[in-house]
C-alpha cells in the first residue's frame, strides 16, 4: 500500500489535498489501531505532551519516574506547534480525517483527567 500511495504521489503529482483525499490516507491511525475504543488500551501518550504522557505512564503503571528524557528526534529549527500549514489546508485534511481526530481528542481528555487526578493525590 505504501508503495502505491508513493507511485500515485509521483506519477499523478499530487499536491497536499488531493493526497489527503486519497482512500487508503483517511483516518489511518483508527484503521491501524481497528477501530478500537481509547478504553481498551491501558496507557495512550501524547506526542505533543512527551514529557507529561511519560510522567503518567511512569506512575500509572508502576514504573521508575524519568527525571530527564532525551530529545533526539526534534527539529532543532521548529518554531511552530504545528506544521506550516495555511488554516485552510489543515481544516481540510482535519475534515477527512474526523474519526481520528475525535480518538486523538479523547485520548488529551483522558490524559487531562489522569493529570488532575494526579494532582488531586499529590496534594
Not at 490516507?25 to 505532551?49: C, H, Q
Not at 514529557?51 to 519516574?65: A, I, N, T, W
Request: proline letters at 2%; glycine letters at 6%.
Amino acid at each position: 500500500m505504501r508503495v502505491e500511495c508513493c507511485r500515485q504521489v509521483h506519477e499523478r503529482g499530487l499536491g497536499l489535498r488531493e493526497f489527503a483525499d486519497l482512500d487508503w490516507m483517511k483516518n489511518l491511525a483508527t484503521r491501524y489501531l481497528a477501530g478500537k475504543p481509547l478504553s481498551d488500551f491501558a496507557f495512550v501518550g501524547i506526542s505533543e505532551r512527551f514529557e507529561e504522557s511519560m510522567q503518567v505512564f511512569s506512575q500509572e503503571l508502576g514504573f521508575r519516574s524519568v527525571e530527564s528524557i532525551p530529545r533526539k528526534n526534534v527539529n532543532p529549527d521548529r518554531r511552530e506547534e504545528h506544521c506550516c500549514l495555511c488554516k485552510g489546508d489543515r481544516s481540510y485534511i482535519l475534515e477527512r480525517n474526523a474519526v481520528d481526530l475525535e480518538w486523538y481528542q479523547q485520548a488529551c481528555r483522558h490524559l487531562d483527567s489522569v493529570g488532575r487526578l494526579r494532582s488531586n493525590r499529590v496534594a
